[in-house]
Nanobody
Framework: QVQLVESGGGLVQAGGSLRLSCAAS????????MGWFRQAPGKEREFVAA????????YYADSVKGRFTISRNNGKNTVYLQMNSLKPEDTAVYYC??????????????WGQGTQVTVSS
């Protein structure tokens, strides 16, 4: 059974940085694409970033491009989201997800439980 566990969320001031981690288990991590999504209160879940199985291809939402970086360490079965220059509008619950296909939609098979990121102004 696939399990995804996010960590690294917290409270940070605007302009600050956080690094989220997502540890995967249950199947061969290095074969699958990974994505990060977020959901703010009262809003729909939205795409943030995605990375291919080998890290060779990445995609970002326009709202985070140039500020966030997705990466992965297949030896540690972990995907990361480095978030810099954080803004109050980045406040949300952040989720990682795993699937066979690298897509920027919500069509991922497996999801973590989420980690809260709060950016104060």
């Amino acid at each position: 059974q696939v399990q995804l566990v996010e960590s690294g969320g917290g409270l940070v001031q605007a302009g600050g940085s956080l690094r989220l981690s997502c540890a995967a288990s249950g199947r061969t991590f290095s074969r699958y694409a990974m994505g990060w999504f977020r959901q703010a209160p009262g809003k729909e879940r939205e795409f943030v970033a995605a990375i291919s199985w080998n890290g060779g291809t990445t995609y970002y939402a326009d709202s985070v491009k140039g500020r966030f970086t997705i990466s992965r360490n297949n030896g540690k079965n972990t995907v990361y989201l480095q978030m810099n220059s954080l803004k109050p509008e980045d406040t949300a619950v952040y989720y990682c997800a795993e699937d066979e296909l690298l897509v920027t939609t919500l069509n991922y098979r497996y999801w973590g439980q989420g980690t809260q990121v709060t950016v104060s102004s």
